[in-house]
């Protein structure tokens, strides 16, 4: 799809409310905000890490890119086409290049299924019909995922959850993708397995010139695989950089209280330390004017009128705050 300068994702303006329905005869009464208005790229072969709270938005964004929860407005081109007006049978070469890996590995395999006829079902759907050619490439990616090829006459519950994980690794990477939305695909692991589960995508990634969009609510989970970070609170995003620049110069109140939470391996290094009260505000009722005010410890009274837009204060490094 993509050519090597054109993106292989570009979001602009996307936006997916949900409707609060109320009554015997369900009768709308609000919209829960959850994607209010989000802009980002991906270039081929690198990672945009979308960072925030349980309730920020992430996981809705990541399903309604892939076109799994249609959207309510904005744009997402795939490699230079546009896919928001496409019909199922018009989005189906794209669906290809666009995969998702699941939070929960063992929830997300079907426990009735060989684990090699889980990873060859999509090659069926899409027309890979020999059993003996389906046979091989699943043997081919079990070993490159770090599974025995042995193994793909067991059930899913016969693997660890690190080996569950690489089994939705190696279902994504079937039709050969161009692009991997993980969901918390680290999550649910112990940490020494979460280094390896990263280490096999940045491999991939390398290798494969795939582009992943790496949700997690933990900076320090994408800080290794990302190139690009954008953290997103109450439907928007707040900031918007390359990882370095997030890290060393964090511009936003909420993003310098995600990275309270990340140890500091260098002693040297000093960061402000500001922690959180109380959870995400309901997307139905978010906060006027700046959305993080009610947590925000610099907070002035515009804040609490305007919302502030999400401006370029030095070159690829965006923020939305007042103070900035
Ligand atoms: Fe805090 Fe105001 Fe900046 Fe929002 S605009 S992050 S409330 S200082």
Redesign the pocket.
């Known amino acids: 799809m993509a050519e090597s300068n054109v993106p292989v994702l570009e979001v602009r303006d996307l936006k997916k409310h949900f409707p609060v329905k109320k009554g015997l005869l369900r009768r709308t009464v609000g919209q829960v905000y959850a994607v209010d208005g989000i802009s980002f790229t991906i270039a081929s072969g690198e990672t945009l890490g979308l960072v925030g709270e349980s309730g920020c938005g992430k996981t809705t964004a990541g399903r309604t890119v892939l076109r799994l929860t249609e959207p309510t407005s904005g744009s997402i081109e795939v490699g230079g086409t546009e896919i928001t007006g496409l019909s199922k049978a018009e989005l189906r070469p794209y669906r290809r290049q666009m995969q998702i890996i699941f939070q929960d590995p063992f929830s997300s395999l079907n426990p009735r299924m060989y684990a090699g006829d889980i990873v060859g079902e999509p090659l069926l759907v899409h027309g890979v019909s020999s059993k003996k050619e389906r046979a091989e490439q699943v043997a081919a990616l079990f070993a490159r995922v770090g599974l025995r090829p042995a193994q793909m006459s067991n059930y899913p519950h016969q693997f660890s959850g690190g080996q569950r994980q690489r089994i939705g690794i190696a279902r994504a990477l079937a039709l050969g993708p161009k692009l991997i939305v993980g969901d918390e695909p680290v999550s649910a692991l112990d940490v020494s397995i979460q280094a390896q589960v990263i280490n096999l995508l940045k491999d991939l990634q390398r290798e494969r010139q795939l582009s992943y969009l790496f949700i997690s609510h933990n900076l320090a989970v994408v800080e290794h695989i990302s190139h690009q970070i954008a953290v997103m609170y109450l439907g928007r995003i707040?900031e918007y950089a390359d990882t370095r620049s997030i890290f060393t110069r964090p511009q936003?109140?909420?993003t310098e209280a995600l990275l309270s939470a990340v140890p500091v391996p260098d002693p040297a290094i000093k960061r402000n330390k500001l922690v959180l009260q109380g959870d995400v505000p309901s997307p139905v009722k978010p906060p006027s004017?700046?959305?993080?005010?009610t947590r925000?410890?610099?907070?002035?009274p515009?804040?609490r009128i305007e919302s502030?837009p999400l401006r370029e204060i030095a070159p690829g490094h965006k923020v939305?705050?007042?103070?900035?």
């Open positions: 707040v936003h109140p909420y004017g700046c959305h993080f005010h925000c410890p610099y907070v002035v515009r804040c502030p939305s705050c007042h103070l900035r």
